[in-house]
Nanobody, 125 residues
Framework: QVQLVESGGGLVQAGGSLRLSCAAS????????VGWFRQAPGKEREFVST????????YYRDSVKGRFTISRDNAKKTAYLQMNSLKPEDTAVYYC??????????????????WGRGTQVTVSS
């Protein structure tokens, strides 16, 4: 059974930093990538970033490029999202997700097979 557990969320002032972690267990051997999505109140869940397990290829939504950095530790089956220069509009619940297969795209929720329960990130102005 696949389990994803996010941690590291919290309350931070604008301009501050947080580092999210996603610990995965029970993963299929051939999982392709791990990603982060977020959902703000009253809004749809949106793609934030993804990294492939084997080659470490990264993808970001435009609004977080240069501020967020995704990484992974294959041995620990853990992914990280370092978030710097946080803005109030980054406030959301952040979810970790696993993508089992390569499909040529990474930004759609339907591309991901397993999800964590999320961790709250709140950025005050």
């Amino acid at each position: 059974q696949v389990q994803l557990v996010e941690s590291g969320g919290g309350l931070v002032q604008a301009g501050g930093s947080l580092r999210l972690s996603c610990a995965a267990s029970g993963l299929p051997f051939s999982s392709h990538a791990v990603g982060w999505f977020r959902q703000a109140p009253g809004k749809e869940r949106e793609f934030v970033s993804t990294i492939t397990w084997s080659r470490g290829i990264t993808y970001y939504r435009d609004s977080v490029k240069g501020r967020f950095t995704i990484s992974r530790d294959n041995a620990k089956k853990t992914a990280y999202l370092q978030m710097n220069s946080l803005k109030p509009e980054d406030t959301a619940v952040y979810y970790c997700a696993i993508k089992r297969r390569y499909t040529g795209s990474v930004g759609a929720m339907g591309e991901y097979d397993y999800w964590g329960r999320g961790t709250q990130v709140t950025v005050s102005s």
